[in-house]
């Protein structure tokens, strides 16, 4: 059974930093990051695969970084230079299979709060 425990959600300043980490347990391929806003639909963050790929949605690239250790059993996502917009629930993903950020995960957290103030 694979589990999901994020943490490092808060309150940040509009340009300033946070980390997101996800504590995976069992086995997975494919974890992401998604957030979804208040009145908002669901969108896909980030996604990485075992073999250490990462992709990202065009509204993050060049301010998040998706990672893992070693081991694979802890996900980050590292966001630099926040944003307003980027206030949202943010949820940790995962699944056996090969996915991207568009295809529906098998497995979630549940969730860390992230607010950016002006």
């Known amino acids: 059974q694979v589990q999901l425990v994020e943490s490092g959600g808060g309150s940040v300043q509009a340009g300033g930093s946070l980390q997101l980490s996800c504590a995976v347990s069992g086995y997975t391929f494919s974890r992401a990051w998604f957030r979804q806003a208040p009145g908002k639909e669901r969108e896909g963050v980030a996604t990485i695969q075992n073999g250490g790929i990462a992709t990202y949605a065009d509204s993050v690239k060049g301010r998040f970084t998706i990672s893992q250790n070693n081991a694979k059993n802890t996900l980050y996502l590292q966001m630099n230079s926040l944003e307003p917009e980027d206030t949202a629930m943010y949820y940790c993903?995962?699944?056996?299979?090969?996915?991207?950020?568009?295809?529906?995960?098998?497995?979630w957290g549940q969730g860390t709060q992230v607010t950016v103030s002006s």
């Open positions: 993903a995962a699944d056996r299979r090969w996915l991207s950020l568009q295809d529906a995960y098998e497995y």
